[in-house]
């Protein structure tokens, strides 16, 4: 993006004091679009100030329950709002150890991702503005990430997603329409990984 005077822009560590978040996460912000940034001629990221003060209106705190540290973070990432719904009635009905977040395109889930490092992501691929593309292209540069479960859950086939340049290699994909057994299952083995809902 074209520069902007100083006084409209911040620092990284700035953006991250008011936002209440990691230095690491407003880099991972500014890299996929979430912030809107530049480079000084010296390299240095400068973060709009407008942009900050957009993303602290727009965010909603997060409803983290009292036991979440004992739970699975589970994310889940799709445009469509039927679909949402069906996602958090079908996880409910797991019966498992899980802290369920929904996010309505890739912006939001990387929010989601910066707040909170869910355990396991699982996301469409087509949808409006920061798609499922970029969002696990983006994911793939951050190493501190890289213990994330990445699953994509789309209605595009292998040739579809190979056109579109790919996917990163780490990523588990699911054709729709949801199997949402499979789901569970892939819920239930993190949480044996990790354990989770085990008792000491």
């Known amino acids: 993006m074209t520069t902007a005077n100083a006084s409209d822009t911040c620092t990284t560590r700035e953006a991250a004091r008011r936002l209440g978040v990691s230095l690491r996460t407003v880099q991972l912000w500014t890299e996929s679009g979430v912030l809107d940034a530049w480079k000084t001629p010296g390299g240095h990221r400068r973060v709009l100030n407008s942009a900050v003060d957009r993303l602290i209106a727009d965010r909603r705190p997060p409803t983290r329950s009292p036991s979440a540290d004992r739970q699975l973070q589970v994310l889940v ?82 040739a579809e997603i190979a056109e579109r340049g790919g996917l990163p290699e780490n990523v588990t994909v699911l054709a729709k329409p949801i199997p949402f057994d499979r789901l569970e299952a892939m819920v239930a083995a993190r949480c044996k990984t990790l354990g989770i809902g085990e008792t000491p």
């Open 77 to 158: 990432v799709e445009d469509d709002p039927t679909l949402l719904a069906l996602y958090r009635y079908s996880f409910a009905a797991f019966h498992l150890p899980i802290a369920l977040r929904l996010a309505p395109n890739g912006y939001e889930g990387l929010i989601r991702i910066g707040e909170e490092r869910p355990d396991i992501l699982f996301t469409d691929l087509m949808m409006p503005g920061i798609d499922g593309f970029q969002m696990l292209r983006t994911l793939a540069h951050r190493p501190e990430l890289a213990a994330m479960q990445l699953v994509v859950v789309s209605g595009l086939d292998a």
